[in-house]
């Protein structure tokens, strides 16, 4: 799959993500301005939104929409944005099992149809489902039930999710995103471990919650669930950095995660420097859309706390 084309395309778009001067304007504004500011910088649509979400849902369309036009295949657009897609089958099944609320806000970056989800999941009827989006919800139809809870139902429909993309990035042969995917699975999955250390929760019950497929075992984990932190720093260091294995370290003292989750997340695109630079693979478009994540994260954390650090932002 030749990626020239999209790889200049993508490196401006690159260039246009937020610097510091972008986030230094953003910090100074007002609350009430902040989506206007965020407007005036070229983030969403040019109209009014009046949650922050829809600011951003705004911005996702807009990137999903210009990429597809320059990729040679949709493929990689799909797999990605597939995790807006998760959010609303989740919506879908629980309200259908245990809610039965008429008035829902679905994500509107996801890339199947409400109709379409609604079709399989609750009619289980698929002569209006697309060929491409069968294969997925049939398995989640087949495999979820009403006897589940609705924790049980997340955590399955996450499972069946997860597997599917890593499953259809390694048929596509897209390499930079089984890279980034397994290392995505890999920081999920560490801070689940110590969100359920927190809360001393049962190790079946934390094995239910943890994602197959990263390029750390699902055995690996459990294997120092709940040992000493110098216990776990030895096994994990082979898959972990330095700064990683630091702040696990440090974890008894401050018992905050959010410093776990900034450094693990950052090891994802360190991860895919090099296939930053590749212009003959899919690298330069995954790379930017994990940097675009990481703008969208630091978006967020500068509307909820004006007076951050703004070094404590992520950096790309």
């Known amino acids: 799959m030749n990626y020239i084309f999209a790889s200049g395309a993508i490196g401006v778009k690159t260039t246009e993500l937020f610097k510091e001067n972008e986030y230094l304007t953003l910090q100074k504004a007002d609350k009430g301005d902040y989506f ?3 407007r005036d910088l070229g ?3 040019d109209h009014v939104a009046y949650y922050l979400d829809d600011v951003i849902t705004n911005e996702l369309i807009k990137v999903k929409s210009q990429l597809l036009q320059v990729v040679p295949s949709p493929n990689i657009i799909r797999l990605w944005f597939l995790k807006y897609d998760l959010i609303n089958i989740k919506l879908i099944i ?3 099992y245990f809610l039965q609320n008429q008035d829902i806000k679905f994500d509107q970056a996801a890339t199947i149809s409400v109709d379409e989800l609604k079709e399989a999941l609750i009619n289980n009827n698929f002569d209006k489902v697309s060929d491409i989006n069968t294969k997925l919800l049939r398995s989640i139809n087949e495999q979820v039930n009403n006897k589940m809870t609705s924790q049980q ?3 399955l429909v996450d499972k069946i999710v997860y597997n599917y993309i890593l499953d259809e990035a390694i048929r596509l042969g897209e390499a930079p995103f089984i890279t980034y995917f397994k290392e995505y699975i890999d920081s999920r999955n560490l801070l689940t471990m110590y969100r359920a250390e927190k809360i001393n929760l049962n190790q079946n019950l934390l094995k239910e919650a943890l994602i197959d497929g990263g390029y750390v075992s699902i055995d690996t984990l459990l294997s120092i ?3 000493l932190p110098l216990e776990q720093v030895e096994v994990l260091k082979l898959h ?14 401050h018992k905050d995660l959010s410093l776990l989750e900034k450094v693990s997340i950052k090891e994802i695109l360190e991860k895919l420097v090099n296939y930053g630079y590749d212009t003959f693979s899919s690298g330069p478009v995954v790379n930017y859309l994990v940097k675009k994540e990481f703008e969208i994260n630091n978006v967020r954390r500068l509307y909820f706390d004006k ?3 703004l070094s404590k932002l992520l950096k790309y």
């Open 153 to 155: 139902v997340s955590l």
């Open 307 to 309: 007076d951050i650090d």
């Open 225 to 227: 669930y709940q040992k």
């Open 36 to 38: 206007k500011t965020l």
């Open 240 to 253: 972990y950095s330095k700064e990683v294995l630091e702040v696990i370290q440090t974890l008894n003292e």
């Open 94 to 96: 629980k309200n259908h």
């Open 43 to 45: 983030y969403g649509f």
